[in-house]
């Protein structure tokens, strides 16, 4: 596994992502796996422990659930983060699947009052729509 965080990332970047749960993997601009966490690897290792072309394997991790998103600092583009679910212990996957679930029960809590939902979570209406739309939820859904 290659293991070369681009250089735009400094030594405290390097620890927190060390350190989480969810799996990340970054691709740099030219498809190469960049990075993996520990979590990461090992998820990859039971994908295919001998991949190094990140683009190649994107559709496999992606049926297991990651999370594609462009990698930028500044005006630059270092390539792709990919976020992999590890199974933690409630069955829960991914902070971000944590996240959709506590903003689908408190919309189901509150009737799907935003104002009052994006109250209760301590975000703004603006932060709430936002994750709406990230998670693909809509108010006819209410909560599919």
């Known amino acids: 596994m290659i293991d070369r965080l681009p250089n735009a990332f400094s030594p405290l970047a390097r ?7 969810e799996g990340v993997l970054i691709i740099g601009t030219d498809g190469e796996i960049a990075y993996a966490n520990p979590a990461a690897r090992a998820v990859l290792k039971e994908v295919d422990e001998n991949e190094a072309d990140g683009r190649a394997i994107l559709p496999r991790l992606s049926r297991i ?8 600092i ?9 976020y992999l679910p590890v199974p933690d212990s409630e069955g829960r996957s991914t902070l971000a699947e944590r996240e959709r679930d506590a903003i689908v029960e ?3 809590a509150t009737g799907w009052k935003l104002t009052e939902s994006a109250r209760r979570l301590g975000i ?11 998670y693909g939820l809509e108010r006819d859904s209410r909560g599919r």
């Open 74 to 82: 500044g005006g630059t583009k270092l390539g792709e983060a990919v």
């Open 15 to 21: 620890a927190v992502l060390e350190s989480l749960s």
């Open 65 to 72: 659930g990651a999370r594609i998103a462009p990698l930028w």
């Open 106 to 108: 408190m919309l189901q």
């Open 124 to 134: 703004s209406r603006t932060t709430l729509w936002r994750r709406l739309r990230t």
